[in-house]
């Protein structure tokens, strides 16, 4: 009887594993906590641009949203762990443009960036800036060119890791000045920016927040963003194209979120509506300038269309640029 009772349960829960699981339904998302996948740290430039927006999602969804953090291998291991979670709105992920760089330069990535994720809306963006030692003498950009182009390969800059945004914007330089700049990686940015005030070494791309403060106690030098518009955080420091006639010069580090390929339509819409409404805060908008970042916003066909973009552009620096991990 027991025998006959425990083959009956067995067959019951074959049957039902049979069954088409219920859909998620949009006007009913979510009906409990939302998780935020992070690839960085706690402190992080995305973890400061999305724990401003955290607590307008929570309020508007009427459900907790949650941060955690899955850094490692450029947010390789972040992105890896959402593409493989449930397609039902519940595990996100916190997309930068680094996922596109690692679109190129990791090739046995085990998932697809632009295919295994559903964009939602993109962000911000936070504008590197080029920042040298005083003690290299150079006052601006062309100075700068001028002399890494007299000492090819013997001028070091520094980044926050390799395959990284701050990385790519030194290859890119690179390449449209014609020059050879010698990149030397750190864990953070935090680290890269002690050995640059210390002259180890002479230059440094980093997120405007972290760099701005030493600029201003005259510890650094600001030679140019790589954005294609100045920051507001630092208005009289020149775009990369004013500051040395590089008009195809533009890189900066946005920030967007994402879901598991698969997630109903109307979910990802449902989100992406509130993700923007959050962008228009005008408190949420001033904290964020505060830290000298943009807001980006746009829905899911206008973050795609830019993931497309950033895929193709740094596939083509990475060719120009011979580099292999």
Known sequence: MSILHGSTIAICAALLSTLPVEP????????????????????SAGDVLVRLLVPKLSQSMGQQFIVEYKPGAGSNIAAEFVVRAPADGYTLFLGTSANTINATFSPNLSFDFAKDLAPIAQLGSVPNLFVVNPSLGVTNLREFITLAKSQPGQISYATSGVGTVSHMAGELLNVLAGIKLVHVPYQSAAQAVIDVLGGRVMAFFGPVNIVWPHVEAGKLKALATTEHKRTLLAPDVPTMAEAADLPRYESAIWYGLLAPAGTPRGVIEKLSRIANEALQDKETLAQMRAQGMGALGGGPDDFAKAIGADVTKWKEVITAAGLKQ
């Open 24 to 43: 998620v339904r949009a006007q009913d998302y979510p009906t409990k906590p939302v998780h935020i996948i992070s690839g960085f740290g706690a402190g």
